[in-house]
């Protein structure tokens, strides 16, 4: 694990980016951690949506939040194609979203995306400041692509947001064959009017998840319109599981 | 209206019963307010279910919550032929049902029931310690049959939690006829394996909601097996918008 670029300090959240190497693949990430934080706490997977990046704006908005308002650390990395991977910096969101699609026909996209973040997980998890705590992941769209495979893969995970996603595209074989086995509780986010995504297809996924433990959340609008009442739900819910107070009801 | 009965203090929450007159029919009731409440306040209508009344441990758990922790009032109303209004007290709850399907079946049902909520609105808040603010509605299953007209009928319904239902029975092309007229936020309560309302129909319901502000949260289980976390939701939804604070977001 290299750490590249500055520092950062950001309103009581300390901001370092870093690269990792997995299976040859150099993979850049950023870590989210409360600052002068010593020993282990709960840490957060953050996955990007396709053509996004590991400093989209909502991925940041809630990593802050969860390391503001519960003192743990997050860490998101960039996907294949995507940020600091994009073979080339000035393509189009048009040329990166093609590109996606190309990646997710290629039959190993799955298991180097998973290899990409064990490598990461590993990598975190042996700083001294985060330390072997609790995992949880969030990741919808193409965040769901991938972390439902990851999350049945590492049984560390105990607790998942997913969301944006059903069984359609290249790996839904994959998903369909994973689902079952996932058994950390879930919450699964839905767009009511998603063009994207067919609402069958979403429930089809919703239904075949095998956690007892799961609840749905649909809200109106587009693909890319969740509300931020989810986003505030989505830090909740990841702190209720992986840092249980004396108050919370599930 | 008249009070019935004691007036119970329990845990920082004051409980009476009453009766009110609406069309000549007797509606018994139970208003719950904060202790030493003065002036305005909202209040929060609860809607019970089939075979139920207006103390079922949910009601009753839920009113107390939003007194306590909100200071809000809330009131409930036993729905025809439930609770003080059986027609012979030693009914079986098979009888119960029954009679709530036959009472289903009456074409004034609805109507009746919309008056029952109305007389009861008008006298609890001409109560100083309740007074004339904002109305939020919560009610599932039977508690939506009867409680989206009301929402529909009464603007001064200004948030609305439902569920458990679907556009189906005798009521369904009523339900139908008034759901896109609903303006209120809506939060929608679905549970994934209901055996008595099919799936279908339940979406059916939710797309026709014209509230442009809804969601719905769908969780494992049977009808009747709703979790304790969407009654906390419910909470914090009617008092996010009944009383909205700095914190709120979206």
Redesign the interface.
Known sequence: MDWTGDTHRVDGVVERDFVVEAGGRRVPGVLWTPPDAEGARPLVLIGHGATAHKRIGYVTTLARELVRAHGFAAVAIDGAGHGGRRPNPDDDEMTVFSDFLTEWSRDESTDDAVGDWRATIDAVRALPDVGDGPLGYWGLSMGTIYGLPLAVAEPRIQVAVFGLMGLVGPTRFRMAEDAPSLACPVLFIQQ?DDSLIPRDSIFEL??ALGS?D???????GDHAAV???E???SARFLARHLAPGPDD??
Chains 1, 2 share one sequence.
Request: net charge positive; charged share 25%; hydrophobic share 40%.
């Open positions: 009511w919703f239904d007892r799961k609840r749905l959340h649909a809200s109106p509300p931020s009442e986003f505030v739900f009801l599930s």
